[in-house]
């Protein structure tokens, strides 16, 4: 996925709006974080511990959890992976921010 397909994604999804810079565009919802991106080919995203978890374990070349995400409710998502499986992520982010 491009950074502008993800933009397009993010807020087709009720009620996530787009903020953060221009350079490191982020989408919530209500202000809560759903997503950002931190560089051109990588976004952090929500995620539960467990769900997290099982993304990596199927998807190891889109997902990942850096030392500095251990201990937060968030994964590492590259551009370059599977689009499918973003899409899933940023969609199952937007559900947990909307609870």
Do not use: N
Request: hydrophobic letters at 40%; aromatic letters at 8%; charged letters at 30%.
């Amino acid at each position: 996925m491009t950074p502008e397909e993800v933009d397009a994604f993010a807020r087709s999804l009720p009620g996530c709006k787009r903020k953060g810079t221009v350079e490191h565009p982020a989408w919530y919802v209500d202000d809560r974080l759903v997503a950002r991106l931190v560089d051109p080919g990588e976004l952090v995203v929500r995620a539960g511990f467990e769900e997290r978890e099982r993304m990596v374990a199927e998807h190891p070349e889109t997902f990942g959890v850096p030392p500095r995400y251990e201990r937060h409710l968030k994964v590492q998502a590259l551009l370059s992976g599977d689009a499918a499986a973003l899409r899933a992520a940023i969609r199952g982010a937007w559900e947990l921010q909307r609870r």
